[in-house]
């Protein structure tokens, strides 16, 4: 038999999720699935002050109470933990700084049990001033959170501001920002504000945590970076990363950023540490996940801009307070990022940006996809809008005018760009949206546009084994987080390989066996271990030829590889991959291709020079009921730079996804606080999210400006996808009523009354 030269590719095909049918016939596994004998189940007692001392805790009753096999304190757990700061114990020592914070924790043969034990801890606090606003807490004199805030250890680009309430301080500036605006024709400035929102993870929090009896620790959690959690346990209890294993259940039921870092996987060990090596399982409740997990910055943002009167941005300059509640989590990148976007997509020779990462008494604020974009965009994207109006151009053609093209300059980071699709995403978006069309009253037309990098620089290493039968398993770290990255690197390793998709399998995470990853977030994994996996399929493929060429009697560069089998490039009788490997090991051996990512570039992580951008544009068409306030949504547009789509469908899955994310925390999410600091709202009754019934019509559109060093020209998309959301519906609220809001969400409140104030003729 012999094989037909020629093959249909598998990038850039919607080849169908290759954990669809898991997902779809319910058989797929979370963490909350796992079942283990012996297991105990924990529960936390949470702090009911926002900012207090604990004079006393009383664990004695809870610990005689029958079916409790163990009680811990922070005194029990002294180790803190933090992405950027170490600034965060696990359970409160001495005093506790936000309400939901955890200060006791009790491990029971059941939950009853343990909720039970947990009302009998007693807890005598003395309450200490607290503050909850950004300015508040800025002022001279305002309650310190963190007193001992300059002993903290933290990464080399983070710098806390002693004896104030700053855990971070960044500042950016090029040109000269004075000069710039003295030389403009038009000079616009103002302050917009982001509400706090959160991630609304369907599937709740939750870890096991074992400790066998050489002291070695096993955690089995929904993390979205199993390798960093195994180094954050590690830094934090100051034991090596070998006495620590992380394995992640097959699948994780939402993340977008929530999912990473030190959640409740501490408390569960130092349960675990008392309990004779039986597991402990903690699952957060809805309430608990709110209060205690993290929210979405909120954000105050003030923007100025100055331009000539042909449109061209010749200055801007942009501070931006976040408000990064009682501990700093990832508030200092998230910061660093928005400030990376401060001033927009746009060539602007003078600018200055300055961002406050601020500790307030709220919850913990940090990572929510996007990571400091939405909120700066929401600003400069609103002012750039107002500028067009006040220059009486369009504001599609300002956009295009200073949009950054092909060898543009990053305005922050000073790096020369390649891969830009802006101006390509711009006129499409616009097209299809029909800009410049005439509407009816109160229907109106908005745009906006982003770009964003990536982590980097980051690593990711992946094994592609080859097994005796001619299966094919891809080993590595990334996590199927609802993103489709199985599908994905199955197909990067097919086409590669020359492997069937339906004979590839891909592992889940377990650090004890799966290598090193960053982590799967920043929308990186396409990129990054789309480039491992690659390398590790070559070098598979290479091995095999090299046993193959024996059985040709030609050499490797003469064969190839597909559909599971290797042939003479010139046609010839084929062989299987289990032919091969058989023919020569008819006792069995697998051949194990290797393969990592590290992109060489300037700098050290969070400070140098990103590996790729990704870039976006968004138009939408609205209308309103000027009766009632309801902003409708009639017609959404959005067109992102992929680099190389591997997948569209998945592009797609991904567009419409964040569009309605970014069309939830637009219009109706906002966590409310009382002037206590306690959340008022922390359910999926009170806090509202769009649902199924809310999706409008989103028209994803694909740009591909393909990337030199991505897998097949690839790059990422999921973070940036509902970036440009709040102000392009901003924009059309204001194309179609004249008013403009400042504060989000634009709820049907704020838009009924910001038009009566109009027709009053209030200011």
Same mark, same amino acid.
């Given at each position: 038999?012999?094989?037909?030269?020629?093959?249909?590719?598998?990038?850039?095909?919607?080849?169908?999720?290759?954990?669809?049918?898991?997902?779809?016939?319910g058989?797929?596994?979370?963490?909350?699935?796992?079942?283990?004998?012996?297991l105990?189940?924990?529960?936390?007692?949470?702090?009911?002050?926002?900012?207090?001392k604990?004079?006393?805790?009383?664990?004695?009753?809870?610990?005689?109470?029958?079916?409790?096999?163990a009680?811990?304190?922070?005194r029990?757990?002294?180790?803190?933990?933090?992405e950027?700061?170490?600034?965060q114990?696990?359970?409160?020592?001495?005093?506790?700084?936000?309400?939901?914070?955890?200060?006791?924790?009790v491990?029971?043969?059941?939950?009853?049990?343990?909720?039970?034990?947990?009302?009998?801890?007693?807890?005598?606090?003395?309450?200490?001033?607290?503050?909850?606003?950004?300015f508040?807490?800025?002022?001279?004199g305002?309650?310190?959170?963190?007193?001992?805030?300059?002993?903290?250890?933290?990464?080399p680009?983070?710098?806390p501001?002693?004896?104030?309430?700053?855990?971070?301080?960044?500042?950016?500036?090029?040109?000269?920002?004075?000069?710039?605006?003295?030389?403009?024709?038009?000079?616009?400035?103002?302050?917009?504000?982001?509400?706090?929102?959160?991630h609304?993870?369907?599937?709740?929090?939750?870890?096991?945590?074992?400790?066998?009896? =050489?002291?070695?620790?096993?955690?089995?959690?929904?993390?979205?970076?199993?390798?960093?959690?195994?180094?954050?346990?590690s830094?934090?209890?100051?034991i090596?990363?070998d006495?620590i294993?992380?394995?992640?259940?097959?699948?994780?039921?939402?993340?977008?950023?929530g999912?990473?870092?030190?959640?409740?996987?501490?408390?569960?060990?130092?349960?675990?540490?008392?309990?004779?090596?039986?597991?402990?399982?903690?699952?957060?409740?809805?309430?608990?996940?709110?209060?205690?997990?993290?929210?979405?910055?909120?954000?105050?943002?003030?923007?100025?801009?100055?331009?000539?009167?042909d449109?061209?941005?010749?200055?801007c300059?942009?501070?931006?307070f976040?408000?990064?509640?009682?501990?700093?989590?990832?508030?200092?990148?998230?910061?660093?990022h928005?400030?990376?976007?401060?001033v927009?997509?746009?060539d602007?020779?003078?600018?200055?940006v300055?961002?406050?990462?601020v500790?307030?008494?709220?919850?913990?604020?940090g990572?929510?996809r996007?990571?400091?974009l939405?909120?700066?965009?929401?600003?400069?994207?609103?002012?750039?809008?107002?500028?067009?109006?006040k220059?009486?151009?369009d504001?599609?053609?300002?956009?295009?005018?200073?949009?950054?093209?092909e060898g543009?300059?990053?305005?922050?980071?000073?790096?020369?760009?390649?891969?830009?699709?802006?101006?390509?995403?711009?006129?499409?978006?616009?097209?299809?949206?029909?800009?410049?069309?005439?509407?009816?009253? =109160?229907?109106?037309?908005?745009?906006?546009?982003?770009?964003?990098?990536?982590?980097?620089?980051?690593?990711s290493?992946?094994?592609?084994?080859?097994?005796q039968?001619?299966?094919?398993?891809?080993?590595?770290?990334?996590?199927?987080?609802?993103?489709?990255?199985?599908?994905?690197?199955?197909?990067i390793?097919?086409?590669?390989?020359?492997?069937?998709p339906?004979?590839?399998?891909?592992?889940?995470?377990?650090?004890?066996?799966?290598?090193f990853?960053?982590?799967?977030t920043?929308s990186r994994?396409?990129?990054?271990?789309?480039n491992?996996?690659?390398?590790?399929?070559?070098?598979a493929?290479?091995?095999?030829?090299?046993?193959?060429?024996?059985?040709?009697?030609?050499?490797?560069?003469?064969?190839?590889?597909?559909?599971n089998?290797?042939?003479?490039?010139?046609?010839?009788?084929?062989m299987t991959?289990?032919?091969?490997?058989?023919?020569?090991?008819?006792?069995?051996?697998s051949?194990?291709?290797?393969?990592?990512?590290y992109?060489?570039?300037?700098?050290?992580?969070f400070?140098g020079?990103?590996?790729?951008?990704?870039?976006a544009a968004?138009a939408?068409e609205?209308?309103?009921?000027?009766?009632?306030?309801?902003?409708?949504?009639?017609?959404?547009?959005?067109?992102?730079?992929v680099?190389?789509?591997? =997948?569209?469908?998945?592009?797609?899955?991904?567009?419409e996804?964040?569009?309605?994310?970014?069309?939830?925390?637009?219009?109706?999410?906002?966590i409310?606080?009382?002037d206590?600091?306690?959340?008022?709202?922390p359910n999926?009754?009170?806090?509202?999210?769009?649902?199924?019934?809310?999706?409008?019509?989103?028209i994803?559109?694909?740009?591909?400006?393909?990337h030199?060093?991505?897998?097949?020209?690839?790059?990422?998309?999921?973070?940036?996808?509902?970036v440009?959301?709040?102000?392009?519906?901003?924009?059309?609220?204001?194309n179609?009523?004249g008013?403009?809001?400042k504060?989000?969400?634009?709820?049907?409140?704020?838009?009924?009354?910001?038009?009566?104030?109009?027709?009053?003729?209030?200011?």
């Open positions: 038999m012999t094989v037909q030269i020629g093959r249909e590719s598998f990038i850039g095909k919607s080849l169908p999720r290759v954990d669809a049918l898991d997902k779809v016939t058989r797929a596994v979370y963490g909350d699935d796992i079942k283990m004998t012996g105990l189940y924990g529960k936390i007692l949470r702090s009911t002050r926002a900012h207090a604990i004079k006393r805790i009383d664990v004695s009753k809870a610990k005689a109470l029958e079916g409790v096999k009680v811990v304190t922070g029990d757990a002294p180790f803190r933990g933090g950027a700061l170490r600034d114990p696990f359970l409160a020592i001495d005093k506790v700084r936000f309400i939901g914070e955890p200060v006791a924790a491990a029971a043969v059941d939950e009853k049990i343990a909720e039970e034990a947990i009302k009998l801890i007693e807890v005598e606090y003395e309450d200490l001033p607290a503050v909850f606003d950004v508040e807490a800025l002022k001279p305002a309650p310190l959170i963190h007193e001992e805030l300059h002993t903290y250890e933290h990464i680009i983070v710098s501001v002693p004896g104030t309430n700053i855990c971070a301080k960044f500042e950016f500036e090029r040109g000269d920002i004075e000069k710039g605006f003295a030389d403009a024709d038009v000079v616009i400035e103002d302050t917009f504000t982001f509400a706090p929102s959160h609304g993870q369907i599937e709740p929090f939750m870890a096991i945590a074992q400790v066998d009896y =050489n002291g070695r620790i096993t955690v089995w959690v929904p993390n979205d970076a199993p390798s960093r959690l195994r180094k954050d346990l830094d934090a209890m100051k090596p990363q006495r294993r992380v394995i992640s259940p097959p699948y994780m039921g939402g993340g977008f950023g999912k990473g870092g030190l959640k409740v996987e501490m408390v569960c060990i130092a349960l675990a540490m008392h309990t004779e090596c039986r597991p402990v399982k903690i699952r957060l409740t809805r309430e608990e996940t709110f209060e205690a997990t993290l929210t979405r910055h909120g954000a105050v943002c003030w923007v100025k801009m100055g331009a000539k009167k449109g061209r941005i010749i200055a300059h942009s501070k931006l976040y408000n990064t509640g009682a501990y700093a989590e990832k508030g200092p990148t998230v910061t660093l928005g400030c990376e976007s401060g927009g997509p746009y602007i020779p003078n600018i200055k300055e961002g406050y990462c500790y307030t008494n709220r919850p913990i604020a990572a929510l996007g990571y400091g939405p909120q700066s965009s929401w600003a400069h994207e609103s002012l750039i809008d107002m500028l067009s109006h220059l009486g151009m504001p599609l053609e300002v956009r295009l005018k200073n949009a950054l093209v543009s300059i990053n305005p922050i980071r000073g790096d020369r760009l390649f891969s830009v699709g802006l101006k390509e995403c711009l006129e499409k978006a616009a097209k299809e949206i029909e800009w410049g069309k005439k509407r009816p009253p =109160n229907r109106g037309v908005g745009i906006a546009c982003e770009y964003k990098a990536t982590k980097t620089p980051s690593g290493t992946a094994f592609v084994r080859i097994e039968d001619g299966s094919v398993e891809v080993v590595t770290s990334s996590v199927e987080i609802g993103q489709g990255v199985r599908t994905i690197l199955t197909q390793v097919a086409e590669e390989l020359g492997a069937s339906n004979l590839i399998k891909v592992t889940v995470p377990d650090t004890d066996y799966t290598p990853d960053a982590s799967t920043a994994t396409t990129f990054h271990m789309g491992a996996v690659r390398e590790a399929a070559r070098d493929k290479r091995q095999l030829l090299e046993l193959a060429s024996k059985l040709f009697n030609l050499s490797p560069d003469q064969l190839d590889t597909w559909d089998k290797v042939f003479p490039k010139g046609g010839g009788k084929e991959f289990r032919e091969v490997i058989t023919s020569h090991y008819g006792a069995g051996l051949i194990l291709g290797r393969g990592s990512y992109p060489n570039i300037p700098g050290t992580l400070s020079h990103s590996v790729f951008y990704m870039y968004h939408v609205i209308e309103v009921d000027v009766e009632t306030g309801i902003i409708t949504i009639l017609k959404y547009v959005a067109a992102h730079d680099g190389r789509a591997i =997948n569209p469908k998945a592009c797609e899955g991904q567009i996804g964040g569009v309605l994310q970014g069309i939830g925390s637009t219009l109706y999410e906002e409310i606080y009382d206590k600091g306690k959340m008022l709202n999926f009754r009170d806090y509202k999210m769009p649902t199924a019934m809310d999706m409008p019509k989103i994803p559109i694909i740009v591909e400006a393909p030199k060093e991505g897998p097949f020209g690839a790059k990422g998309i999921g973070e940036i996808t509902l440009p959301v709040a102000p392009a519906i901003a924009n059309a609220l204001f179609a009523t008013v403009r809001i504060e989000l969400p634009l709820t049907a409140e704020k838009v009924y009354f910001a038009i009566k104030k109009q027709k009053e003729g209030v200011r």
